[in-house]
């Protein structure tokens, strides 16, 4: 009977406690759901609410207005940025025989294409090493899921999801990122799909936080690097953010966001800088002809940014001591491209190292300062920047560490640039 | 980085031309008696420093032996021009192209020095060390870099008024001069030469670097080069002055659509650098890349400057290096990111000299047994280029100047200036009334009026020096250069920072005194002088015969009809060089009737009252009838109520104003006359001081160190000025913590009209600062 993949466990509808929660509606109803005045208006300020999160514990103990608030399957959080578009997607593991005799089939068509595949299309690929199973959301058990892919690619993310019929679901769509606004009328034009639109400031913080709290088995959620100075013994290490305020956030997309996280609830954005790995893939792609962000790194790992930079040393001999800068430290980054000569004798991979050493240790110098002046110890970096990009997190723990004198510790996340759709998610489930 | 200099990409730059020929008249002036060499090489200028000493003209005046004389001539004093030796020192900036020639162009003119070294800086000091120690034969010395920078940074803040700006594009004036504020420390320097220096300068010798950034002018210039395939720095410019970075970085409304409201991130704010340009399929313009890289960079270094700043908690804060060096477009990002970084708590301030710091420091570090620093040092406008942007294409002047050789000449003033104690804030006082850099109307009238007289400037400077027959291409030249000057403000009005009455009034003084003409009006002031002390008794006989009140305000009739015989009133120069016959009678039926245009007349008879003032500084304008018999009967009464005087005159010729050197002359001449005069000379209740100015017009924040401590001791409670330059031209809003008195003729009838009054109009400002209450001339008062 119901269009709905999954029949709700209680029909009684709280308008004040469900903002979230939906009629049944028909097909001629579009966008019907998500039309209470001020929900969106208080997206962003929902940082406020104090039981936004939820972890295991506390997800049974309130099962019965879990059961009343939870929405309707499929559950998906999405973020969508300058450059990628990440899709987060809870797969239930525990559906009952009367559940999957109800379950419509777009939705079983939906979860077979999204767990059965690891790439999708040309671009969208399944992170496949992120995955986190057995993870229980608003009393539900399940595998979350975790899918990239370039942000020019919606138009056919779309055209699947219309394919599909995904609108039939009548599921809230809950998004992030500036494509959320850019793209909103998109997706309802080309997939009769109605957005949720979440700020993503919330929805990254939102995302750490329950990230961080929910993986306890297998790899570390959090690291950091042992020995940063020390290139030979420098390894990664596993780092309990038990206690983690204050902290200093660091999102690396095509540009940087650094947030000041002082409780759960309280944060400011300090700065940011366009300097970012947009920056980075963009010039990369002019400099060298490359065209994606893995062979940007691939370029990089094979070059010699010496030999573009110009270093202290390359300008005073040696250490300039009389300001306590070591021969090594860049003096100025392409400064040896100034020389026609040299501009002749470097090679792509050079440039694409030195472009990649270049953004990273300004975001390195950005974030230090604003740690100085926030007065905060503990920073936090994540982003897709970071993603399979071991010689940028090795600089700024380096950069962290030997500017700081010891001072600041740098760590990573695992799930580096899942966050903000994770806390979107997080927003379908308990909304704020 | 502390190094300033990019390595210049074209090595055949260096190769010399032979054919270059350069312009003597006009640079390396004063080879002959140059000592302590200073050499600053950056990646494509050189900056040269030398220290010479000038000989010029000066005229003195000295009193004839009257006891002998007096039936020979009925002269007051003698005049003679005598050759006085004075400290200049000379920057010179040109291409590194030129630098054999000028090497060469030294050694043939370096006469007698007992030079043995010369301090270098800079990047390229390295690579020319050989090429100069050979053609000179003088050892290389070469200093830190940073060290000198901020040596000359220190030195230009504190010696040039008007050094650092503001530079705001869109404006009616682009460059927005800072007023000298004595006190120069703490501030924050962030240099952008290849790399990026931020030095935290707290005191003379006392700077940390407490940070920077390896993305600087370099990369600017190295990834542009990769980029756009352009080799040279300025053309790199050039093209980001053309282009669009919005088809190449991504932008919030990029991602967002629009703006991302609740964090109030605008559309068109830059959200990734370069973010457009993450494909193979794509071409960019040359310009447009190179647009987003200026962004990129500026921004970049903007921010981190913010960060230090904030967290050092500097809030002046100058940007220097070759990034920087004058260029409109560089000037205008940086200042924009600091904008946006601080939300408008910060401004970025630029240097007008800044291509020059390093040179001047290194110089400073060679000559510290001189002790430059303990002389005041005045930038000498007739020998000094200006502000230009280096650009030729922004800039169509710059080519039209001698080569591109550019220069800064600063004289060693005899003294040592300081502020007048009595300002009530320092900081923020400003000498000029009108600034003509903001106010275009009252530029061209200044303009067009200094140029109308130039003809008769150059007519009285060669009567003046009649006994020489080359004294009429003397003063040929003087027009030349001096109507050069004024075309050069016409189109660059910044180009000596704030253009004022007063700026241009020094500059022609520089220039008189450039071409020898060292006071054009010196016979004049002489014969004045002379016919006005003979009416002198019958003048304060007159005086005398009146009742107290009547008095008091003959007296100050007496000052402003006195101040109606200036010369450098064209009004009233065509009156005084048409009838001689016209007299000081004559002036005061000139004379507005009161009310005048700015009258507090009642509140000072109210006010005098009251108790004497204890010691009472008078800056005082003309020779003859203003001083004479203006001015000398007002001190007189003053002297007689009980308040001590300081008569503060100009140390060197200006105009017809009188100077000290006249001064003493005539007061002793009048002493004798006057026992009251005489009195106060003998008791020490009249003194006379020097103001350490050789301008028509006042800046009380640079005078002679003597004033400020004979003021200060005295406790001198009453400030008066005298005369248009002083009180109107300047300092008429200034703020004084003590009573002050500002007269004046209004003898221009532009500018009568605009203060809404007519030619001839008076102003008499009679001022208590606020918060300290006449109180006790009040209660005081008999009612």
């Not at chain 1, 097909?27 to 997206?43: L, T, V």
């Not at chain 1, 300001?323 to 004798?345: D, I, Q, T, Y």
Request: contains cysteine.
């Amino acid at each position: 009977m119901a269009f709905n993949g999954h029949q709700r466990d209680d029909d009684t509808v709280d308008e004040d406690e469900t903002p979230s929660k939906q009629p049944r509606s028909n097909k001629e109803m579009p966008g019907y759901f998500r039309s209470e005045p001020g929900s969106e208006a208080a997206a962003p300020t929902g940082r406020a609410t104090p039981d936004r999160r939820s972890s295991n514990a506390t997800a049974r103990h309130r099962s019965d207005s879990v059961k009343k608030t939870r929405p309707p399957f499929p559950w998906f959080g999405m973020d969508i940025g300058g450059t990628l578009v990440k899709l987060v997607y809870f797969e239930p593991k525990d559906i009952t025989a009367e559940e999957e005799q109800e379950e419509v089939e777009n939705l079983k068509s939906i979860r077979r294409y999204l767990t059965s595949n690891t790439a999708y299309g040309k671009t969208g690929i399944r992170d496949v090493h992120l995955e986190l199973q057995d993870l229980t959301l608003c009393g539900r058990t399940g595998n979350l899921h975790f899918i990239r892919f370039p942000t020019h690619d919606l138009p056919a993310f779309l055209q699947m999801g219309r394919n599909k019929h995904f609108s039939s679901l009548h599921t809230t769509l809950c998004a992030t990122g500036g494509g959320a606004y850019k793209f909103e009328s998109d997706f309802r034009t080309m997939a009769d799909l109605q957005l949720h639109k979440l700020d993503e400031l919330d929805c990254l913080i939102r995302g750490v936080l329950y990230i961080d709290s929910v993986v306890s088995s297998g790899p570390s959620e959090c690291y950091y690097f042992e020995n940063p100075t020390e290139p030979d013994r420098c390894v990664q290490k596993p780092y309990t953010l038990e206690n983690p305020y204050p902290l200093l956030l660091v999102n690396i997309g095509s540009g940087v966001s650094i947030l000041a996280v002082y409780s759960e609830n309280n944060y400011k954005r300090v700065t940011g800088t366009s300097l970012g790995g947009g920056t980075f893939l963009g010039l990369c792609c002019l400099l060298t002809g490359c065209s994606t962000f893995e062979e940007a790194l691939e370029m990089a790992s094979l070059g010699e940014s010496t030999r573009v930079d110009k270093l202290v040393r390359d300008i005073y001999g040696g250490d300039y001591e009389r300001f306590g800068l070591p021969g090594w430290a860049v003096a100025s980054s392409f400064g040896n491209m100034m020389s026609k000569e040299k501009r002749e004798s470097v090679s792509k991979e050079d440039l694409a190292r030195a472009t990649l050493v270049t953004i990273t240790n300004n975001i390195g110098s950005i974030t230090r300062m604003c740690a100085l002046n926030e007065n905060i110890e503990r920073v936090v970096f994540v982003g897709n920047f970071l993603r399979v990009n071991t010689l940028s997190m090795k600089l700024l723990a380096y950069a962290m560490d030997y500017w700081s004198k010891g001072q600041l510790k740098a760590l990573f996340l695992r799930h580096e640039g899942y966050f903000g759709a994770v806390g979107a998610l997080l927003e379908l489930l308990h909304p704020s | 980085m502390a190094e300033c200099s990019g390595v210049d990409s074209n090595p055949s730059s260096h190769t010399m031309d032979k054919s270059i020929t350069l312009p003597p008249d006009e640079i390396f002036r004063n080879l002959e008696n140059a000592k302590r060499f200073a050499i600053d090489i950056g990646g494509s200028l050189t900056k040269l420093a030398y220290y010479s000493t000038v000989q010029h003209k000066v005229a003195k005046v000295r009193s004839f032996d009257h006891t002998a004389k007096e039936a020979a001539s009925d002269k007051l004093y003698e005049i003679s021009v005598q050759e006085e030796v004075t400290a200049r020192l000379h920057f010179i900036k040109f291409e590194n192209a030129y630098i054999e020639t000028c090497l060469d162009f030294i050694k043939d003119h370096l006469v007698n020095t007992e030079t043995k070294v010369i301090k270098a800086t800079g990047g390229g000091a390295h690579k020319f060390k050989e090429l100069i120690e050979r053609k000179l034969g003088l050892k290389v010395d070469k200093e830190d870099e940073m060290t000198c920078l901020i040596k000359g940074c220190n030195f230009v803040l504190k010696n040039i008024p008007h050094e650092a700006f503001v530079y705001a594009k869109h404006a009616d004036s682009e460059f927005r001069f800072q007023t000298t504020n004595p006190d120069i420390f703490p501030y924050l320097l962030v240099n952008i030469g290849s790399g990026v220096s931020i030095v935290k300068v707290e005191a003379e010798d006392k700077f940390e670097r407490i940070g920077g950034s390896s993305i600087g002018g370099g990369t600017f210039w190295g990834l542009g080069a990769l980029l756009t395939k352009t080799k040279r720095f300025d053309e790199l410019l050039q093209l980001a002055s053309k282009g669009q970075h919005t088809s190449v970085d991504m932008l919030v409304k990029d991602i967002y659509g629009g703006s991302y409201g609740c964090l109030g991130l605008t559309g068109d704010l830059i959200a990734s650098s370069f973010g457009k340009s993450a494909t193979a399929d794509k071409e960019f313009s040359k310009e447009d890349m190179a647009k987003s890289l200026l962004h990129m960079i500026s921004n970049d270094i903007g921010q981190l400057a913010c960060l230090y700043a904030k967290l050092h908690n500097l809030s002046r804060v100058y940007f220097g290096g070759f990034f920087i060096r004058g260029h409109p477009v560089t000037m205008h990002t940086i200042t924009y990111s600091i904008n946006f970084f601080t939300k408008g708590e910060v401004q970025a301030l630029f240097l007008r000299h800044e291509g020059y710091l390093g040179a001047i420091g290194a110089f400073l570090k060679g000559a510290e047994e001189d002790n430059p620093n303990q002389y005041s040092w005045g930038e000498n406008y007739a020998g000094s280029s200006g502000l230009m942007s280096v650009s030729p294409d922004m800039n169509p002047m710059q080519r039209a100047r001698s080569g591109t050789f550019d220069m800064l000449e600063m004289d060693r003033l005899e003294r040592q200036l300081v502020n007048l104690p009595l300002l009530q804030d320092p900081s923020s006082y400003i000498p000029d009334t009108v600034d003509l850099t903001e106010d275009a109307l009252a530029r061209e009238y200044w303009l067009y009026c200094f140029e109308e007289a130039l003809d008769g400037v150059v007519k009285r400077a060669v009567a003046s020096q009649p006994d020489m027959p080359e004294a009429a291409l003397r003063a040929e030249k003087f027009r030349q250069k001096y109507r050069h000057k004024l075309q050069t403000l016409r189109h660059q009005p910044f180009a000596y920072g704030s253009l004022t009455v007063r700026s241009l009034l020094d500059t022609r003084e520089h220039c008189l005194n450039e071409f020898n003409f060292p006071d054009p009006y010196s016979k004049i002031k002489q014969r004045e002088n002379d016919a006005a002390l003979k009416y002198y008794q019958k003048a304060v006989k007159s005086l005398e015969e009146l009742s107290w009140e009547e008095r008091q305000f003959a007296l100050v009739r007496g000052v402003l009809a006195g101040n109606v015989f200036d010369w450098g009133a064209k009004a009233v120069s065509d009156v005084l060089e048409s009838d001689p016959e016209f007299g000081f009678e004559e002036a005061k039926r000139q004379l507005e009737e009161r009310p005048w245009l700015v009258d507090s007349y009642d509140q000072w008879l109210e006010r005098i009252k009251g108790p004497p003032h204890k010691c009472a500084l008078f800056f005082v304008d003309n020779s003859g009838v203003d001083i004479i018999l203006g001015v000398m009967p007002f001190i007189r009464e003053l002297l007689s109520r009980g308040t001590e005087v300081v008569l503060a005159s100009n140390s060197g010729p200006a105009l017809n104003d009188v100077t000290n050197g006249e001064l003493q002359i005539l007061t002793e001449r009048i002493a004798a006359m006057d026992p009251v005069i005489q009195a106060g000379l003998r008791d020490d209740r009249l003194t006379l001081v020097q103001s350490g100015s050789s301008s028509p017009c006042l800046d009380l924040s640079r005078l002679d160190k003597v004033l400020a401590m004979v003021v200060r001791e005295r406790q001198t409670d009453l400030v008066i000025i005298e005369g248009m330059g002083r009180a109107i031209h300047t300092n008429y809003y200034a703020m004084l913590s003590c009573e002050s008195l500002k007269m004046a003729v209004i003898k221009n009838s532009w500018l009568a009209d605009r203060l809404g009054g007519k030619l001839f109009s008076v102003v008499f400002k009679y001022e208590v600062p606020a918060g300290k209450p006449s109180q006790d001339c009040e209660t005081l008062t008999p009612s």
